[in-house]
């Protein structure tokens, strides 16, 4: 049996032989709130902005975006000279600094709609 999850942009295939915990593993990561951030190397900010939210890493799915890939120009023509810039399943929330306050609400809102308990 092949169980496919999609998370965000990427996907996750799982092999389960009628495994009821591979099933459940899918459907709550799946439920997990992405967390985008767009960023490029070097970029100092970026690595304190992950460690700052290193302590939350269980509660999100990290997807990190780098603006100087060419397939990223759009992204790269936005945010250029703010980065870090942060994306919670494909809506802005910050941008240059983590905003602690703003990012445990805005994810403890996300967590309640999709009926997790943290």
């Known amino acids: 049996m092949m169980v496919i999850c999609f998370l965000s942009r990427t996907l996750q295939v799982a092999r389960l032989s009628s ?3 591979g099933r459940q593993l899918c459907s709550t990561s799946a439920k997990k709130p992405v967390l985008t951030l ?11 902005a992950k460690e ?15 603006i100087t890939l060419p397939e990223n ?12 810039v942060f994306h919670l399943n494909g809506k802005f929330l910050m941008k240059h600094r983590v905003d602690i ?3 445990e609400d ?3 809102k996300l967590e309640l709609q999709n009926g997790e308990n943290h």
């Open 19 to 21: 495994s009821p915990v």
């Open 38 to 48: 767009f960023t490029k190397k070097p970029c100092p900010l970026c690595d304190e």
């Open 52 to 66: 700052i939210l290193e302590p939350y890493k269980e509660r999100f799915i990290l997807q990190e975006v780098d």
């Open 73 to 84: 120009s759009v992204w790269n023509d936005k945010y250029r000279y703010d980065i870090p």
């Open 101 to 103: 306050e703003k990012f």
């Open 106 to 108: 805005q994810l403890t």
